[in-house]
């Protein structure tokens, strides 16, 4: 990998298509594929292939019909979905990834794995050993990463890349992140992991849209050492959704020379292909930071008001979360 270049990785065909009312259908993720491989994204996460017979077929066939960028697909720490992510990305030989995660935060080990922070290293590192062994691209993202312990997040990272992975991506999971924070957050683990200062591995950032900021987070972390960006066609995605990719790329294409980092190579992405950009469409207007949420299992165990109480105090604000 290229030390200063920014990777974009497009998630709209699997974290966009959470979004309510964004579901595809095979035919429609393969408009939306060819599309992103024409705007010339570097990796193209193409769905969760263990959650459904359907999610499998499309990221295998995103795999075999789509020439270009990386195709990856996202799967637990455990055999079973990282066995059906490497059958998924095989049609793409070398250019398939396999995107392995683990929840890492305090409040995810206690009340979602009840795990110890050993615990959560062994089965990281199990589980990039054996997506290894099916592919040589493996991205780790530790779930719930801005809110990790610093120092816990910090050894996760160098073990998971000491056990072969390339990416590791750093979830803003329930878009709690502000940018002074993240940035020293991701300059905190540029400055501690040596792969990252070399390139041998870069770190990512995936940041949601909860309190309207994941744009701002992600530019704030290219700038503290973060050198690929997930994002999504509109910002379409989980509850308030994501990173907007044509925010992203035209941040980095007009105003790279402010964060000192190499204009972005991304061929045609400021064009806005028809086919994907209906796609993210469908459900933009639903998609309104500062709101209440329902949805999203990621917050399971963890919306509760004490969170929004720190969160509107960090901001300087009483209330973050709209009646």
């Known amino acids: 990998m290229k030390k200063n270049r920014i990777y974009i990785f497009d998630t709209t065909l699997r974290d966009g298509e959470q979004c309510p009312g964004a579901s595809m259908t095979l035919r429609e993720k393969l408009e939306v594929a060819r599309q992103l491989a024409r705007l010339k994204v570097d990796v193209i996460e193409g769905g969760f292939p263990v959650i459904s017979e359907g999610d499998f077929t499309s990221v295998n066939t995103i795999a ?4 270009g960028p990386t195709i990856a697909g996202l799967a637990r720490c455990v055999p079973k979905d990282i066995e059906a992510a490497g059958k998924a990305v ?9 995107h392995v ?21 062994k089965l990281a590192v199990d589980g990039v050993k054996r997506a290894r062994k099916l592919v040589a691209d493996v991205e780790f993202s530790p779930e719930d990463a801005s809110r990790t312990e610093p120092d816990f997040l910090v050894e996760v990272c160098q073990a998971v890349v000491d056990a072969g992975a390339t990416t590791v991506n750093i979830p803003d999971t329930v878009g709690w992140a502000v940018p002074g924070q993240f940035g020293e957050l991701i300059g905190h683990l540029h ?5 990252f200062q070399s390139g041998k591995a870069i770190i990512s950032v995936h940041c949601h849209n909860d309190l309207g900021m994941a744009v701002a987070n992600s530019l ?15 910002g379409i995605g989980e509850r308030a959704g994501n990173a907007a990719l044509e925010e992203i790329v035209m941040a980095l294409k007009r105003r790279g020379n402010k964060a000192n980092r190499e204009s972005l190579q991304a061929g ?8 994907a950009a209906q796609q993210g469409d469908r459900r933009r207007e639903r998609l309104r930071p500062l709101e209440r949420h329902s949805s999203g299992w990621h917050h399971q165990k963890t919306r509760d008001v004490r969170d929004h109480g720190s969160a509107g ?6 209330r973050v979360a709209a009646d």
């Open 64 to 67: 075999r019909e789509i020439k």
């Open 268 to 275: 045609g992405a400021h064009e806005r292909p028809a086919g």
């Open 191 to 195: 400055d501690s992991v040596p792969e």
């Open 90 to 98: 095989a049609p793409a030989g070398k250019k398939g990834r396999i």
């Open 101 to 121: 995660f683990l929840a890492t935060s305090k409040l995810h080990r206690e009340f979602k794995l009840g795990k110890a922070q050993s615990q959560i290293i």
């Open 220 to 234: 704030a972390a290219v700038q503290a050492g973060a050198r690929q960006i997930e994002c999504t066609v509109n």
């Open 313 to 318: 105090r960090r901001l300087g604000a009483d």
